[in-house]
């Protein structure tokens, strides 16, 4: 029973949400609304035990003083501190310094979120254009016929895209760029597209027709 | 948190994220653990105002208050509507699937797990099929001749760069789909096919790395624009 009846849920919302496309009523229509929002929950409940989840393993890691247990501390201090701060009431004032209650501008919430969050969130982006160009040199280094291709097309797009490549070669450079971009490129993009689009349906035709059960998981 | 201080705390947590580039060390291992916490801690309170508390109550947006819940309209109204029982439903799934952190009754997050999947390749069914797969072979079928005129009258070299351009994106995405039908071996017409998509293929896997590069050096830009300019007024 642990198994049957997630899996004849399954089905039936499978079922279901493929066949309402075809029915043109409302009710339909309003189980399909509700049946999404009530995803968009799950979904998000979904998400909620993935933080729960980080937090068990950081806690875990503390108790068992495994090593760099501390920078768990740190972790679970800032989470709990930017989740504090979202649930703050508008009247709290917690001094010039950190901020008011609320999620407006100048609250704690938002200080947190421009000050911390953003700037570290940018370089770690940021810094993967270092490793991206240790990467094009390997990348880079024409030994076939792909790799070369893969190499031209990297650097007409990016001198056709900044200001100097035109100023110094020509507009064609950044025509041949666009051309690239709106041909080629766009012809193997919608290759890959349709190949993933059927991968999807095959799969969603596996799921709905109950063979495919990975999901349900080992055990009970 | 105005002013320099707010300025200064950002300025060592972009240094302290950019001293990995040196080595592993407990700077960066320190702003990453603040990192990995404010963004757990960010994405909680964004789930919670964005997704659980509007759906659940269907009367709230991000600034709404909490008690205003499907429950409080039950006692204001004393009678659920359809879509508040839906909205009970939804709850009482989204609890269900936090019955995961018990191991004993870890089984019935199932259910809802099972509601979510089917939903969603329910969906996926007929979505994909529509948007993705139809849409894009609508859009590939074009004229490999495509007279072009200008001004009334037929224009040659328009039509052929039209045509060659034309030819070229179709042919790119047959022989990309050939590439990716590992049913037949890739050998003789078949395998050369293969061959010529694996070229589209790198051409756009070059433009894409191009780009990537481009966007993760504006950001780095950008950083360093930050550190010179906002924080240290090197730059006027």
């Not at chain 1, 971009?181 to 109950?210: D, E, F, Y």
């Amino acid at each position: 029973m642990r198994k049957e009846i997630p899996l004849v849920i399954m089905v039936a919302c499978g079922v279901f949400m493929a066949i309402q496309f075809f029915v043109p009523h409302e009710l339909p229509a309003l189980i399909y609304q509700n049946l999404n929002k009530t995803v968009q929950v799950v979904g998000a409940v979904a998400l909620v035990l993935g933080i729960v989840s980080l937090l068990s393993l950081h806690f875990a890691k503390i108790n068992r003083r495994q090593p760099g247990y501390g920078y768990s501390y740190i972790l679970i201090a800032f989470f709990f501190m930017m989740a504090a701060s979202g649930f703050l009431p508008a009247k709290v004032n917690l001094g010039s310094f950190l901020g008011t209650g609320d999620r407006v501008e100048g609250s704690f919430y938002l200080n947190l979120y421009n000050y911390v969050l953003t700037p570290v969130q940018a370089t770690m982006f940021a810094l993967l254009a270092f490793f991206i160009a240790s990467a094009a040199f390997r990348a880079f280094r024409a030994r076939s016929v792909i790799a070369t291709l893969l190499l031209l097309t990297a650097i007409i797009v990016m001198i056709g895209r900044v200001p100097i490549g035109p100023f110094v070669l020509g507009d064609w450079i950044s025509d041949l760029a666009d051309w690239i971009m709106a041909v080629p490129n766009a012809a193997a993009k919608r290759a890959v597209i349709v190949g993933v689009g059927l991968g999807i349906l095959s799969l969603s035709l596996k799921m709905v027709l109950g063979i495919e059960r990975a999901w349900l998981g080992g055990g009970r | 948190m105005p002013g320099m201080v707010s300025l200064t705390l950002a300025g060592f947590l972009t240094l302290g994220i950019m001293s990995f580039v040196y080595k592993d060390n407990p700077i960066y291992k320190f702003c990453e653990s603040i990192f990995i916490g404010v963004s757990a801690g960010y994405y909680f309170v964004l789930i919670f105002y964005q997704s659980l508390l509007p759906q659940l109550t269907d009367k709230i947006g991000l600034t709404g208050a909490l008690t205003d819940s499907a429950l409080a309209y039950y006692r204001q109204s004393g009678s659920l509507a359809s879509v508040q029982w839906f909205n009970l439903i939804a709850a009482v799934l989204g609890m269900m699937m936090l019955m995961r952190l018990l191991p004993k009754i870890g089984w019935i997050s199932r259910w809802p797990l099972a509601f979510v999947i089917g939903s969603i390749a329910g969906l996926k069914l007929i979505g994909e099929l529509q948007t993705n797969i139809m849409t894009q072979i609508q859009k590939s079928i074009l004229p490999l001749w495509a007279p072009q005129y200008v001004d009334g009258s037929l224009s040659l070299a328009a039509s052929i760069g039209q045509s060659l351009t034309n030819i070229v994106l179709v042919g790119g995405i047959l022989t990309g789909v050939i590439y990716f039908f590992f049913s037949k071996e890739h050998k003789g017409v078949f395998g050369g096919a293969a061959r010529v998509g694996i070229w589209f293929l790198m051409v756009t896997f070059g433009a894409a790395f191009g780009l990537t590069v481009m966007s993760r050096m504006s950001l780095l830009i950008a950083r360093i624009d930050f550190l010179l300019r906002d924080w240290l007024h090197l730059l006027g």
